[in-house]
């Protein structure tokens, strides 16, 4: 097998606060290959953007504690002075955040900052980023970019924003690109041409995208492997398929349930997930999310759930409850009425 | 008019226009945002009212114009039969017990200042109900109500997260066992996962309490879920106003049809499978709004016609209507059999340009 574009190993970040220290991130290890779409998955507060900003090395907080490793093609960038990992960010890897409206310099032209980041890691002439950078906002759709190339963020509306945010991150052609809620801000209509644009990067970059999102259904139709996280800690890891129509952990069964569909009929209530995430300071002993689990039996109490393979090739899952138990309990738990009806 | 026993809330032609202006000394308005044009919708007693559309369609405006937030350009709203568009800020005060509103954002509607039991209490305080131990008392069954706990009534705002703070918005919009709730996208700043719960404590409420809602949202999945009918918004207007379930079964507005397309279903196959209609562009200003209906410059049914008349509001039988030159989803009959809602009918529309024919191959 191919050697992966990028692997996580039993990654840890905690930062210590007056009260304790917080384990954001608790272990965690994935891979992700070259132009795979990769879901991360979670509620706030469960891990998924300090595990990318991590990769990205963007914690700057001086109370932050690491440990594990991040290897990107084959050297880990956890090991890399601030010089060396300049040229990885922007050039290797970019990243775009969920608010485009404070992500851009409001006193530059737009293409001014992307002139500058093509300046940065390129040997360019003045008139070559210019054009170039008309080029990216044109790829990205952004309509007449001869025009627009001279404007300032706050002339833009935030779904076109979002687009010069991604023309940002594709200046240098970077083989991972990072999103980190790209269209949570955004109405539907504009999220829909976003996810268009993110599916269609892949094709035409060959980029790898992380995809980070609350929300399954922004998932379905662009990742092509997904993890599931909960409380800094990997709960369910599959592709498309196993995890939209085989899920195995509880968690994912209560985040399937809390979307109300429009492919469905109406349910009377939505089986929403009971209670807040748990402190990250003092976990629960045992499964994380046995509190809030209306599965949980006492085996729950006593033992952590490892993540391993139960039922199919890199499907896998950290739930005590059995393969059996699961599948018949499932269906009840995502959508009762429908189960009754069947 | 309205009578005590017809709609609970009447909005008769609402306009509001916010101006811009220019100038330090003597401001002169340059130009306006036709943020509501000329609305007219009722919501009955008990019943849920959805309202949709993109940033900048008008619906937060429009529901605000609903509790009076701030005077109305033209038009008129009648509450419970009585005529509350001209009221002063004193003739208002009364009726701020029967009219309440829920705010999307948990962080910024909340003084941060101030203990939950201050917050909640405010309103029981404002209006002079109970003294200090029975305001104390009434706070506390909130809580519990709103599935937080009494012992909350000291803690400040920051120390919850942002579900439990959009709970706290909730018990101080239900203190005074308001009739009307307007809750402007109570939801969306919120997780999926609390999302749900929100929403059932609502419904749940809703029950208990015996209140009607008008529901601000842009999810069209939690709108269908939560509301009996559905208003649709495009810069300053209604589009298209539905039962709940038939508006996601047979929407007659392109402009509709295309909402519902681009919310992501969870389920992959069915999301490769089915077709999506991206809409290209953004929605253009309401200060300079399209001629004839406004969302021709998006719609893939336009022709000539869509430019220059603005289309009347037509109804279609069983409480659906829609204001479209081209409508989908219509056979013949219905098309022959519907009419123009004169009442509802912008003043500005073109009463005899009712649709003569169903929506051609989309271009």
Redesign the interface.
């Given at each position: 097998m191919a050697e992966p574009l990028l692997e996580v190993r039993d990654l840890k970040v905690s930062f210590r606060t007056e009260d304790g220290i917080v384990r954001a991130v608790d272990g965690i290890s994935f891979t992700l290959d070259e132009g795979e779409v990769l879901g991360i998955v979670g509620?706030?507060g469960s891990g998924k953007s300090v595990t990318m900003m991590t990769v990205m090395r963007l914690i700057t907080d001086p109370n932050v504690i690491y440990q594990g490793s991040i290897i990107y093609k084959g050297r880990d960038l956890m090991g890399l002075s601030r010089d060396a990992m300049r040229e990885v960010r922007g050039e290797e890897i970019a990243m775009i955040f969920q608010d485009p409206m404070t992500s851009l310099n409001p006193v530059y032209t737009v293409g001014w900052q992307i002139e500058e980041q093509l300046n940065e890691h390129n040997d360019l002439k003045k008139g070559q980023a210019r054009r170039r950078a008309m080029e990216l906002l044109a790829q990205v759709g952004i309509?007449k970019p001869e025009q627009r190339i001279d404007d300032y963020p706050h002339q833009f509306?935030?779904?076109?924003r979002q687009r010069v945010m991604i023309a940002l991150a594709l200046s240098c052609n970077p083989d991972l690109l990072i999103a980190d809620e790209p269209t949570t801000a955004l109405?539907?209509?504009?999220?829909?041409?976003i996810?268009?644009l993110i599916k269609n990067l892949k094709r035409e970059f060959g980029s790898a995208v992380v995809l980070i999102t609350?929300?399954?259904?922004?998932v379905?139709?662009v990742a092509d492997r997904i993890l599931v996280m909960y409380a800094g800690r990997i709960v369910e890891e599959g592709n498309?398929?196993q995890i939209?129509y085989d899920p195995q952990h509880p968690y994912t069964w209560?985040?399937?349930?809390?979307?109300?569909?429009?492919?469905r009929p109406?349910?009377r209530?939505?089986?929403?997930?009971?209670g807040?995430p748990p402190s990250l300071i003092n976990r629960p002993q045992g499964c994380s999310f046995r509190t809030r689990c209306p599965q949980a039996f006492d085996r729950c109490r006593a033992e952590d759930p490892q993540l391993t393979a139960k039922v199919g090739d890199g499907h896998l899952d950290a739930c005590h409850l059995s393969v059996e138990d699961k599948r018949e309990r499932r269906d009840k738990t995502i959508n009762p009425e429908l189960a009754e009806t069947a | 008019m309205a009578s005590p026993s017809g709609p609970l809330l009447q909005a008769e032609h609402v306009i509001k226009y916010f101006p811009i202006k220019r100038g330090i000394v003597i401001q002169r308005e340059v130009a306006r945002v036709h943020a509501v044009d000329d609305v007219s919708l009722e919501v009955q007693r008990g019943e849920t009212l959805g309202l949709v559309g993109?940033?900048g369609c008008g619906k937060s405006t429009l529901g605000r114009s609903f509790v009076r937030l701030f005077p109305l350009t033209g038009g008129r709203i009648f509450f419970d039969g009585q005529d509350i568009s001209t009221l002063s800020r004193r003739g208002m005060r009364p009726l701020r017990r029967e009219l309440q509103i829920i705010f999307q954002d948990p962080y910024a509607s909340l003084n941060p200042r101030k203990r939950v039991g201050q917050i909640v209490g405010a309103p029981l305080a404002i209006h002079g109900i109970g003294d200090r131990r029975e305001r104390k008392r009434q706070v506390q069954e909130l809580l519990e109500k709103v599935g937080l706990s009494p012992e909350h009534y000291n803690r400040y705002p920051h120390e919850f997260?942002?579900?439990?703070r959009q709970r706290i918005g909730v018990a101080r919009a239900l203190a005074l066992r308001p009739k009307l709730v307007i809750a402007d996208e109570p939801v969306s700043a919120l997780?999926?996962?609390?999302?749900?719960?929100v929403?059932?404590l609502l419904?749940d409420l809703q029950e208990d309490f015996e209140l009607t809602y008008v529901f601000i949202a842009?999810?069209?999945?939690?709108v269908?879920?939560v509301s009996d009918r559905i208003a649709v918004m495009y810069l300053g207007k209604i589009v298209e106003l539905s039962p709940?379930?038939e508006l996601?079964e047979r929407p007659i507005m392109p402009y509709t049809e295309?909402?519902?397309?681009?919310?992501?279903?969870?389920?992959?196959r069915?999301?490769?499978a089915r077709e999506?209609i991206?809409?290209e562009?953004?929605v253009p200003s309401p200060i300079n709004p399209p001629s004839g209906c406004r969302f021709h410059p998006r719609c893939r049914y336009a022709t000539e016609v869509c430019t220059q008349l603005e289309p009347p509001l037509v109804d279609y039988g069983n409480g659906h209507l829609a204001a479209c030159h081209h409508p989908l989803n219509v056979d013949k009959e219905t098309l022959a059999r519907a009419t123009v809602d004169q009442r509802r009918t912008p003043a500005k529309a073109d009463e005899s340009a009712k649709p003569t024919q169903p929506a051609q191959q989309a271009r």
């Open positions: 509620e706030s309509p509306s935030g779904g076109m109405d539907v209509t504009i999220q829909a041409q996810l268009e609350h929300d399954l259904g922004v379905a139709d498309k398929e939209f209560g985040l399937l349930g809390s979307i109300a569909r429009l492919d109406r349910a209530r939505l089986t929403a997930i009971a807040q | 993109e940033s997260s942002g579900g439990q997780d999926v996962s609390i999302q749900a719960q929403i059932n419904a842009h999810d069209l999945g939690v269908r879920h709940a379930e996601y295309a909402l519902l397309s681009a919310v992501p279903i969870p389920d992959p069915e999301s490769a999506r991206v809409l562009g953004d």
